[in-house]
Protein backbone atom coordinates (compact mmCIF):
# COMPACT_ATOMS: atom_id res chain seq x y z
CA UNK A 1 0.00 0.00 0.00
CA UNK A 2 2.74 2.47 0.44
CA UNK A 3 3.89 1.64 -2.99
CA UNK A 4 0.70 2.61 -4.15
CA UNK A 5 1.03 5.41 -2.50
CA UNK A 6 3.95 6.10 -4.01
CA UNK A 7 3.69 5.48 -7.46
CA UNK A 8 0.71 7.81 -7.67
CA UNK A 9 2.99 10.96 -6.06
CA UNK A 10 5.46 10.04 -8.79
CA UNK A 11 2.43 10.14 -11.14
CA UNK A 12 1.50 13.65 -9.95
CA UNK A 13 4.66 15.01 -9.79
CA UNK A 14 5.82 13.93 -13.55
CA UNK A 15 2.34 14.86 -14.67
CA UNK A 16 3.87 18.24 -15.92
CA UNK A 17 6.31 16.65 -17.91
CA UNK A 18 4.72 15.79 -20.87
CA UNK A 19 2.60 19.10 -20.50
CA UNK A 20 5.51 21.86 -20.67
CA UNK A 21 4.59 22.94 -24.27
CA UNK A 22 0.84 23.02 -23.34
CA UNK A 23 1.43 24.94 -20.28
CA UNK A 24 3.59 27.25 -22.01
CA UNK A 25 0.31 28.21 -24.03
CA UNK A 26 -2.37 27.90 -21.68
CA UNK A 27 -0.80 30.76 -19.42
CA UNK A 28 1.45 32.55 -22.02
CA UNK A 29 4.40 31.72 -20.37
CA UNK A 30 8.47 32.13 -21.21
CA UNK A 31 11.02 29.27 -20.48
CA UNK A 32 11.92 30.30 -17.14
CA UNK A 33 8.65 30.43 -15.94
CA UNK A 34 7.57 26.98 -17.25
CA UNK A 35 10.71 26.27 -15.02
CA UNK A 36 8.97 28.00 -12.14
CA UNK A 37 6.27 25.60 -11.73
CA UNK A 38 8.85 22.80 -11.16
CA UNK A 39 11.16 24.94 -9.51
CA UNK A 40 8.50 25.81 -6.68
CA UNK A 41 7.42 22.43 -6.44
CA UNK A 42 10.99 20.93 -6.22
CA UNK A 43 11.90 23.93 -3.73
CA UNK A 44 8.56 22.97 -1.03
CA UNK A 45 8.95 19.06 -1.72
CA UNK A 46 13.51 19.80 -0.47
CA UNK A 47 12.40 22.27 2.40
CA UNK A 48 9.83 19.86 3.56
CA UNK A 49 11.69 16.55 3.78
CA UNK A 50 13.74 17.34 7.29
CA UNK A 51 10.35 18.55 9.00
CA UNK A 52 8.48 15.33 7.33
CA UNK A 53 11.20 13.55 8.49
CA UNK A 54 11.04 14.39 12.09
CA UNK A 55 6.73 13.93 11.40
CA UNK A 56 7.34 10.68 10.69
CA UNK A 57 10.00 9.71 13.73
CA UNK A 58 7.09 11.11 15.72
CA UNK A 59 3.62 9.56 14.70
CA UNK A 60 4.48 7.16 12.08
CA UNK A 61 4.69 6.33 8.42
CA UNK A 62 0.80 5.22 8.06
CA UNK A 63 -0.84 9.47 9.01
CA UNK A 64 2.17 11.03 7.20
CA UNK A 65 1.60 8.76 4.40
CA UNK A 66 -2.40 9.30 4.41
CA UNK A 67 -2.29 13.17 4.77
CA UNK A 68 0.18 13.21 1.84
CA UNK A 69 -2.00 11.22 -0.57
CA UNK A 70 -5.12 13.51 0.10
CA UNK A 71 -3.07 16.79 0.01
CA UNK A 72 -1.42 15.68 -3.40
CA UNK A 73 -4.54 14.92 -4.78
CA UNK A 74 -6.76 18.04 -3.64
CA UNK A 75 -3.95 20.22 -5.57
CA UNK A 76 -3.58 18.25 -8.76
CA UNK A 77 -7.74 19.23 -8.39
CA UNK A 78 -6.86 22.18 -8.45
CA UNK A 79 -4.11 22.59 -11.38
CA UNK A 80 -7.12 20.94 -13.52
CA UNK A 81 -9.74 23.86 -12.93
CA UNK A 82 -6.67 26.84 -12.84
CA UNK A 83 -7.09 29.38 -15.19
CA UNK A 84 -4.14 32.08 -14.61
CA UNK A 85 -0.42 31.52 -13.77
CA UNK A 86 -0.96 32.36 -9.64
CA UNK A 87 -3.32 29.95 -9.91
CA UNK A 88 -1.48 26.74 -11.29
CA UNK A 89 1.81 27.86 -8.72
CA UNK A 90 -0.72 27.60 -5.97
CA UNK A 91 -1.92 24.03 -6.87
CA UNK A 92 2.01 23.36 -7.84
CA UNK A 93 2.74 23.92 -4.82
CA UNK A 94 0.45 21.91 -2.96
CA UNK A 95 1.49 19.02 -5.16
CA UNK A 96 4.76 19.24 -4.47
CA UNK A 97 3.49 19.38 -0.15
CA UNK A 98 1.85 16.21 -0.68
CA UNK A 99 4.46 14.69 -2.71
CA UNK A 100 7.08 15.46 -0.16
CA UNK A 101 4.90 13.68 2.58
CA UNK A 102 5.21 10.08 0.28
CA UNK A 103 8.52 8.69 -0.03
CA UNK A 104 10.88 9.03 3.39
CA UNK A 105 7.45 7.48 4.55
CA UNK A 106 7.49 4.29 2.32
CA UNK A 107 11.70 3.98 3.35
CA UNK A 108 10.83 4.10 6.82
CA UNK A 109 8.00 1.11 5.92
CA UNK A 110 10.22 -1.09 4.64
CA UNK A 111 12.87 -0.52 7.37
CA UNK A 112 10.26 -2.13 9.56
CA UNK A 113 8.99 -4.80 7.89
CA UNK A 114 12.29 -6.45 6.18
CA UNK A 115 15.20 -7.92 7.83
CA UNK A 116 17.79 -5.89 7.70
CA UNK A 117 19.64 -7.95 5.05
CA UNK A 118 17.37 -7.21 2.76
CA UNK A 119 16.38 -3.65 3.00
CA UNK A 120 18.63 -2.49 0.41
CA UNK A 121 16.90 -4.03 -1.96
CA UNK A 122 13.53 -3.90 -0.98
CA UNK A 123 14.40 -0.06 -0.98
CA UNK A 124 15.43 -0.07 -4.66
CA UNK A 125 12.54 -2.19 -5.43
CA UNK A 126 10.37 0.63 -4.17
CA UNK A 127 12.14 3.59 -6.10
CA UNK A 128 12.30 2.07 -9.12
CA UNK A 129 8.78 0.38 -8.96
CA UNK A 130 7.28 3.96 -8.21
CA UNK A 131 8.87 5.24 -11.49
CA UNK A 132 6.04 3.47 -13.17
CA UNK A 133 3.95 6.24 -12.16
CA UNK A 134 6.18 8.29 -14.56
CA UNK A 135 5.74 5.91 -16.87
CA UNK A 136 1.64 6.74 -16.42
CA UNK A 137 2.49 10.11 -16.67
CA UNK A 138 4.32 9.83 -20.38
CA UNK A 139 2.74 8.32 -22.82
CA UNK A 140 -1.01 7.98 -21.62
CA UNK A 141 -1.10 11.63 -20.35
CA UNK A 142 0.15 12.83 -24.03
CA UNK A 143 -2.55 11.74 -25.41
CA UNK A 144 -5.50 12.34 -22.72
CA UNK A 145 -4.30 15.71 -23.22
CA UNK A 146 -4.74 15.74 -26.60
CA UNK A 147 -8.37 13.91 -26.64
CA UNK A 148 -9.52 15.06 -23.51
CA UNK A 149 -8.31 18.71 -22.84
CA UNK A 150 -6.21 20.23 -19.80
CA UNK A 151 -9.03 20.05 -17.29
CA UNK A 152 -10.53 16.62 -17.63
CA UNK A 153 -7.18 14.87 -17.65
CA UNK A 154 -5.53 16.70 -14.94
CA UNK A 155 -9.30 16.00 -13.10
CA UNK A 156 -8.79 12.54 -13.62
CA UNK A 157 -5.74 11.54 -12.15
CA UNK A 158 -6.55 14.11 -8.68
CA UNK A 159 -9.54 11.18 -8.51
CA UNK A 160 -7.22 8.45 -8.06
CA UNK A 161 -6.01 9.66 -4.76
CA UNK A 162 -9.05 8.87 -2.71
CA UNK A 163 -9.19 5.59 -3.78
CA UNK A 164 -5.74 5.08 -2.51
CA UNK A 165 -6.43 7.15 0.73
CA UNK A 166 -9.18 4.60 1.77
CA UNK A 167 -7.17 1.77 1.40
CA UNK A 168 -4.20 3.11 2.72
CA UNK A 169 -6.95 4.15 5.80
CA UNK A 170 -8.21 0.01 6.01
CA UNK A 171 -5.08 -1.55 5.12
CA UNK A 172 -1.69 -0.13 6.00
CA UNK A 173 -0.24 -0.79 9.31
CA UNK A 174 3.10 0.95 10.46
CA UNK A 175 5.07 -2.16 11.49
CA UNK A 176 4.18 -5.71 12.17
CA UNK A 177 3.88 -5.15 16.03
CA UNK A 178 0.94 -2.54 15.24
CA UNK A 179 -0.86 -0.29 13.31
CA UNK A 180 0.40 3.20 14.81
CA UNK A 181 3.65 3.22 15.54
CA UNK A 182 4.64 6.83 17.59
CA UNK A 183 8.02 7.80 18.88
CA UNK A 184 9.09 10.35 21.95
CA UNK A 185 7.44 13.35 22.41
CA UNK A 186 9.69 15.98 20.29
CA UNK A 187 10.33 19.77 21.50
CA UNK A 188 12.82 22.39 19.92
CA UNK A 189 15.78 21.03 21.58
CA UNK A 190 15.23 16.88 21.02
CA UNK A 191 14.53 18.30 17.33
CA UNK A 192 17.99 19.82 17.44
CA UNK A 193 19.39 17.51 18.71
CA UNK A 194 18.28 14.72 16.52
CA UNK A 195 19.10 16.50 13.67
CA UNK A 196 22.36 17.35 14.90
CA UNK A 197 23.40 13.48 15.30
CA UNK A 198 21.91 13.05 12.05
CA UNK A 199 24.36 15.18 10.08
CA UNK A 200 27.26 15.35 12.09
CA UNK A 201 27.61 11.29 11.07
CA UNK A 202 29.90 11.14 7.63
CA UNK A 203 27.35 8.50 6.79
CA UNK A 204 24.55 10.48 6.29
CA UNK A 205 26.60 13.46 4.70
CA UNK A 206 27.79 10.77 2.55
CA UNK A 207 24.08 9.65 1.45
CA UNK A 208 23.29 13.56 0.86
CA UNK A 209 26.02 13.75 -1.42
CA UNK A 210 25.37 10.07 -3.20
CA UNK A 211 21.65 11.70 -3.70
CA UNK A 212 22.64 14.71 -4.87
CA UNK A 213 24.91 13.75 -7.59
CA UNK A 214 23.29 10.45 -9.54
CA UNK A 215 19.62 11.95 -9.77
CA UNK A 216 19.43 15.62 -10.40
CA UNK A 217 19.70 14.87 -14.20
CA UNK A 218 17.15 12.31 -14.06
CA UNK A 219 14.75 14.72 -12.22
CA UNK A 220 15.43 17.59 -14.67
CA UNK A 221 14.35 15.35 -17.36
CA UNK A 222 11.69 13.15 -16.26
CA UNK A 223 10.08 16.33 -14.59
CA UNK A 224 9.96 19.53 -17.42
CA UNK A 225 13.03 19.48 -19.80
CA UNK A 226 13.27 16.12 -21.93
CA UNK A 227 10.51 17.06 -23.90
CA UNK A 228 10.98 20.28 -25.04
CA UNK A 229 15.21 19.05 -25.03
CA UNK A 230 14.33 16.40 -27.43
CA UNK A 231 11.76 18.11 -29.84
CA UNK A 232 12.71 21.53 -29.75
CA UNK A 233 16.68 20.81 -30.05
CA UNK A 234 16.95 17.04 -31.53
CA UNK A 235 13.85 17.10 -33.83
CA UNK A 236 11.94 14.34 -32.34
CA UNK A 237 8.20 14.32 -32.63
CA UNK A 238 6.46 14.67 -28.94
CA UNK A 239 5.26 10.98 -29.54
CA UNK A 240 9.05 9.75 -30.04
CA UNK A 241 10.04 11.73 -27.30
CA UNK A 242 7.39 10.54 -24.86
CA UNK A 243 8.53 7.02 -25.66
CA UNK A 244 12.07 8.12 -24.69
CA UNK A 245 11.16 9.17 -21.59
CA UNK A 246 9.31 5.89 -21.36
CA UNK A 247 12.39 4.04 -21.93
CA UNK A 248 14.45 5.63 -19.09
CA UNK A 249 11.50 4.65 -16.58
CA UNK A 250 11.56 1.01 -18.02
CA UNK A 251 15.21 0.68 -17.84
CA UNK A 252 15.17 2.18 -13.76
CA UNK A 253 12.27 -0.48 -13.38
CA UNK A 254 15.24 -3.10 -14.52
CA UNK A 255 18.27 -1.73 -13.04
CA UNK A 256 16.63 -1.12 -9.78
CA UNK A 257 16.65 -4.94 -8.71
CA UNK A 258 20.47 -5.38 -9.76
CA UNK A 259 21.46 -2.17 -8.03
CA UNK A 260 19.73 -3.18 -4.80
CA UNK A 261 21.71 -6.76 -5.21
CA UNK A 262 24.50 -5.33 -5.37
CA UNK A 263 25.06 -3.08 -2.86
CA UNK A 264 23.18 -5.99 0.17
CA UNK A 265 25.71 -7.63 -1.39
CA UNK A 266 28.75 -5.61 -1.20
CA UNK A 267 28.02 -2.66 0.88
CA UNK A 268 31.36 -1.89 1.18
CA UNK A 269 31.61 -0.35 -2.43
CA UNK A 270 27.86 1.65 -2.24
CA UNK A 271 29.66 4.19 -3.01
CA UNK A 272 31.83 2.76 -5.73
CA UNK A 273 28.86 1.76 -7.65
CA UNK A 274 27.17 5.29 -7.01
CA UNK A 275 30.34 6.67 -8.86
CA UNK A 276 30.04 4.51 -11.28
CA UNK A 277 26.14 5.01 -12.39
CA UNK A 278 27.21 8.85 -12.34
CA UNK A 279 30.17 8.78 -14.01
CA UNK A 280 28.00 6.88 -17.14
CA UNK A 281 25.25 9.52 -16.91
CA UNK A 282 28.00 12.15 -17.30
CA UNK A 283 29.82 10.28 -20.43
CA UNK A 284 26.05 9.96 -22.06
CA UNK A 285 25.45 13.97 -21.53
CA UNK A 286 28.67 14.91 -22.84
CA UNK A 287 27.79 12.16 -26.54
CA UNK A 288 24.86 13.92 -27.13
CA UNK A 289 26.00 17.49 -26.21
CA UNK A 290 28.92 17.11 -28.22
CA UNK A 291 27.37 15.36 -31.56
CA UNK A 292 27.46 18.18 -34.59
CA UNK A 293 23.90 18.91 -35.63
CA UNK A 294 20.60 16.99 -34.42
CA UNK A 295 22.07 13.70 -32.24
CA UNK A 296 20.92 10.44 -33.75
CA UNK A 297 17.88 8.77 -31.67
CA UNK A 298 20.66 5.80 -30.29
CA UNK A 299 22.88 8.09 -28.54
CA UNK A 300 19.91 9.66 -27.18
CA UNK A 301 18.48 5.71 -26.32
CA UNK A 302 22.16 5.82 -24.70
CA UNK A 303 21.39 8.43 -22.54
CA UNK A 304 17.88 7.35 -21.77
CA UNK A 305 19.52 4.42 -20.41
CA UNK A 306 22.42 6.22 -18.65
CA UNK A 307 19.63 8.04 -17.03
CA UNK A 308 17.48 5.23 -15.83
CA UNK A 309 20.69 3.69 -13.95
CA UNK A 310 21.04 6.83 -12.19
CA UNK A 311 17.59 6.75 -10.76
CA UNK A 312 17.54 3.95 -8.69
CA UNK A 313 21.73 4.40 -7.92
CA UNK A 314 20.43 7.59 -5.99
CA UNK A 315 18.71 5.03 -3.51
CA UNK A 316 22.61 4.52 -2.37
CA UNK A 317 22.25 7.21 -0.43
CA UNK A 318 19.19 5.96 1.84
CA UNK A 319 21.04 2.84 2.22
CA UNK A 320 24.32 4.36 3.82
CA UNK A 321 21.93 6.68 6.13
CA UNK A 322 20.09 3.49 7.10
CA UNK A 323 23.41 1.95 8.68
CA UNK A 324 24.92 5.29 9.87
CA UNK A 325 21.58 6.29 12.09
CA UNK A 326 19.94 4.00 15.18
CA UNK A 327 16.37 3.60 14.47
CA UNK A 328 15.23 6.37 16.27
CA UNK A 329 16.54 8.57 13.54
CA UNK A 330 15.56 7.28 10.53
CA UNK A 331 13.07 9.61 9.47
CA UNK A 332 14.96 12.73 9.95
CA UNK A 333 18.59 11.43 8.10
CA UNK A 334 16.24 10.09 4.84
CA UNK A 335 14.95 13.38 5.11
CA UNK A 336 18.35 15.11 5.22
CA UNK A 337 19.47 12.50 2.24
CA UNK A 338 16.29 13.46 0.11
CA UNK A 339 16.75 16.75 -0.10
CA UNK A 340 20.21 16.78 -1.90
CA UNK A 341 19.24 15.22 -5.20
CA UNK A 342 16.22 17.61 -5.33
CA UNK A 343 18.03 20.57 -4.33
CA UNK A 344 20.54 20.01 -7.18
CA UNK A 345 16.89 19.13 -9.42
CA UNK A 346 15.69 22.65 -8.38
CA UNK A 347 19.44 24.23 -9.28
CA UNK A 348 19.35 22.81 -12.51
CA UNK A 349 15.83 23.02 -13.52
CA UNK A 350 16.26 26.91 -12.93
CA UNK A 351 18.97 27.06 -14.81
CA UNK A 352 18.20 25.16 -17.93
CA UNK A 353 15.31 27.85 -18.11
CA UNK A 354 17.20 31.01 -17.31
CA UNK A 355 20.03 29.89 -19.61
CA UNK A 356 17.49 28.99 -22.59
CA UNK A 357 15.96 32.82 -22.14
CA UNK A 358 19.23 34.09 -22.40
CA UNK A 359 20.46 32.33 -25.15
CA UNK A 360 16.80 32.42 -27.11
CA UNK A 361 15.14 35.95 -26.00
CA UNK A 362 13.34 36.41 -28.98
CA UNK A 363 10.76 33.86 -27.36
CA UNK A 364 9.92 30.07 -26.98
CA UNK A 365 11.36 28.88 -30.25
CA UNK A 366 14.68 27.76 -28.66
CA UNK A 367 17.92 26.76 -31.02
CA UNK A 368 19.52 23.55 -30.75
CA UNK A 369 22.32 25.89 -29.49
CA UNK A 370 20.45 27.08 -26.60
CA UNK A 371 19.92 23.83 -25.15
CA UNK A 372 23.34 22.75 -25.34
CA UNK A 373 24.09 25.45 -23.50
CA UNK A 374 21.47 25.28 -20.77
CA UNK A 375 22.32 21.53 -20.81
CA UNK A 376 25.92 21.99 -20.18
CA UNK A 377 25.01 23.74 -16.32
CA UNK A 378 24.92 19.83 -14.90
CA UNK A 379 28.56 20.14 -15.70
CA UNK A 380 28.87 22.13 -12.51
CA UNK A 381 26.68 20.25 -10.64
CA UNK A 382 28.27 16.79 -11.41
CA UNK A 383 32.18 18.54 -10.68
CA UNK A 384 30.57 19.62 -6.72
CA UNK A 385 28.81 16.22 -6.48
CA UNK A 386 31.88 14.02 -6.94
CA UNK A 387 34.12 15.78 -4.78
CA UNK A 388 31.99 15.38 -2.04
CA UNK A 389 31.55 12.07 -2.54
CA UNK A 390 35.33 11.52 -2.59
CA UNK A 391 35.79 13.18 0.53
CA UNK A 392 33.06 12.04 2.22
CA UNK A 393 33.30 8.13 1.86
CA UNK A 394 36.88 8.10 3.08
CA UNK A 395 35.12 9.81 6.63
CA UNK A 396 32.02 7.09 6.76
CA UNK A 397 34.35 4.16 5.83
CA UNK A 398 36.66 5.67 8.80
CA UNK A 399 33.81 6.01 10.76
CA UNK A 400 32.24 2.75 10.41
CA UNK A 401 35.75 0.91 11.09
CA UNK A 402 35.57 3.13 14.58
CA UNK A 403 32.30 1.92 15.32
CA UNK A 404 32.33 -1.68 14.65
CA UNK A 405 35.85 -2.31 15.33
CA UNK A 406 37.15 -3.69 11.50
CA UNK A 407 36.37 -3.29 8.03
CA UNK A 408 32.09 -3.79 7.73
CA UNK A 409 32.04 -6.20 5.13
CA UNK A 410 29.34 -9.37 6.91
CA UNK A 411 27.06 -7.72 9.40
CA UNK A 412 23.63 -6.43 8.64
CA UNK A 413 24.06 -2.55 9.73
CA UNK A 414 26.09 -2.17 6.64
Known amino acids: MGLAAYFLAIFHRSSLSVAGLEATDRFGLSASGLATFTMLQLLVYAAMQVPVGLLI?????????????LVCSAAQA????????????????????????????????VAAWFPGRQVPLVTTLTGTIGQGGAI??????????????WTSTYLTAALLGPLVALLLALLLHDSPEGKHLRGAPMNLRSVRRSLGASWGHPGTRLGFWIHFTTCFSTHAISLLWGLPFMVRSEGLSEEAAGTLLTLFVVVAMCSGPAIGWSIGRYPWQRSTIALGACLGVVAA???????????????????????????????????????????????????????????????????????LDWRSPAGTDYAASAFTWAMSFQYILWAIGLTQILRFRRRARTSLIEEHGGRPTAFDRV
Open 136 to 149: VAAVPVTLALRHWG
Open 285 to 355: WTLVLCWPGEAPVWTLVVLMVALGVGGPASMIGFDVARTSNPPERQGSASGLVNQGGFIAALLTVLAIGWI
Open 57 to 69: DRFGSRSILLGGV
Open 78 to 109: GFAFAESYPQALIARFFVGVGDAMTFICVIRL
